[in-house]
């Protein structure tokens, strides 16, 4: 019956290499008998720069040294195998005569794993060495795992790009014409639950929406995708497109969130009629969209698009109501996620949306474009990029009259 541990078993069962260097010819032949009669192999060296050769050519599990060699001792020897990448996890015990507390204390600092008194005592020996075997075993396996680990992250951080790729396909292209509609979408390092898509109705209305999944990953990405998907069809969901509450209180009914692996979204959901010039508009705990039109001061009035609500999921009694209002000629909408605004300052502060509507009306009065309201964003919040993913619309309304 074998009472050897699986972790003794496997080093036994392989060729394990041990390298000596000794510049006392007679030290070699004892440790070589000595680890040989225990199933290893054994290289020598008899200098300290041959030791390094050695090690660089074999590769050996376990390093036994003298620390007091000409030209080069022990101590310097082992430093330059710790250096190296593929030889740092080898076992590496200093041979020595010195037993005070202070040259042990200087020999680790300088990376030894162990100490081998003299005269060499061969049962102590063995001993050593087969601790110091179930060590650099142990750390093979750590590598190894470690190694293991980053292979899996790549690959998931692929498969997260393919995704992120995808959710960025699906999104609709430019609009022009009477409405004119341009767009940032910015995934952050995360896969996250932003998607927005807008399209026509019929020949006078146009469906506008944003929502925002709560959380990261694909467990955000994927029920955004399949409200993307509901809202496309137009028939799985039974609710009056037209009218932006039905909408919403459809959703809600849908996607309850002890049903959805307790994730919510927000959503900023509207119907321009570009006949009457109205937009019908309701809202489930999102940003609210930004009107923007100008006064006969030539200044920007800003009037904020949102309706009292919750985010869809949270509560299944949650009612959903209608907004209406007047887009005048000249106007913007800008329709955003909470990433544009919640944005980390360099004092560890959060930006706001009082902050992010101050600086949108500044861009405007500029004419400056989305990109440079981004870059704008980035200077005022010392921030390079954006944590979260970062959504943002622009709408803009000829200045003609539309129906013309």
């Known amino acids: 019956m074998n009472n050897q541990s699986p972790t003794m078993r496997q080093i036994s069962d392989s060729q394990i290499k041990i390298l000596v260097i000794d510049d006392d010819r007679i030290i070699q032949i004892v440790l070589k008998q ?38 080069m001792d022990g101590l310097e020897v082992c430093r330059n ?28 600092d300088n990376g030894a794993d162990d100490f081998l008194s003299k005269p060499i005592e061969i049962s102590e020996l ?16 750590l590598q190894r795992l470690a190694e293991d680990l980053q292979i899996q ?3 998931l951080e692929t498969e997260l790009h393919e995704a992120a790729d995808y959710v960025t396909s699906i999104l609709p292209a430019p609009m022009s014409g009477l409405v004119t509609i341009n767009y940032r979408f910015l995934p952050s390092n995360q896969l996250g639950g932003d998607c927005f898509d807008y399209y026509w109705l019929d020949e006078k209305n146009l469906v506008i929406y944003l929502l925002d999944v709560s959380g990261h990953g694909l467990a955000a ?84 698009l949102i309706t009292p609500s919750m985010p869809i999921g949270a509560f299944a009694e949650g009612e959903y109501q209608n907004a209406v209002c007047e887009i005048q000629p000249a106007s913007k ?20 949306l009082k902050n992010f509507i101050n600086l949108l009306t500044k861009c405007n009065q500029q004419a400056l474009d989305l990109d440079h309201i981004l870059e704008a964003i980035k200077t005022a919040t010392g921030s390079k990029t954006f944590t979260d993913d970062c959504s943002l619309l622009e709408i803009g309304f000829a200045d003609s009259n539309p129906t013309a």
């Open 333 to 352: 909408i800008y329709v955003f996620s909470d990433g544009v605004y919640e944005v980390e300052q360099r004092d560890g502060n959060l930006w706001n």
């Open 153 to 155: 992250k790549q690959l």
């Open 81 to 108: 195998i710790k250096s190296e990448l593929s030889l740092s996890t080898t076992f590496f015990i200093l041979l020595t005569s010195r037993t005070t507390v202070e040259d042990k204390v200087e020999g680790l």
């Open 34 to 71: 000595a680890l040989e009669g225990q199933g290893y192999e054994v290289i020598l060296a008899s200098n300290g720069q041959q030791g390094i050769e050695q090690a660089y050519k074999h590769h050996p599990a376990m390093i036994i040294c003298d620390w007091q060699m000409d030209e």
């Open 126 to 141: 063995k001993a050593r060495v087969r601790a110091g075997l179930r060590l650099y075993q142990s750390n093979q396996e």
């Open 221 to 304: 990405a994927l029920p955004s995708i399949s409200v993307h998907n509901l809202l496309r069809s137009q028939t799985l969901l039974s609710a009056n497109f037209y009218q932006p509450s039905e909408v919403l209180n459809a959703l809600n009914e849908v996607f309850q969130m002890e049903k959805h692996n307790a994730r919510y979204f927000t959503i900023w959901y509207g119907v321009l009629n570009i006949e009457s010039h109205q937009l019908t508009y309701s809202t489930a705990g999102h940003p609210p969209a930004l009107l923007l039109s100008q006064s006969t001061d030539s200044s920007i009035n800003i009037k904020q």
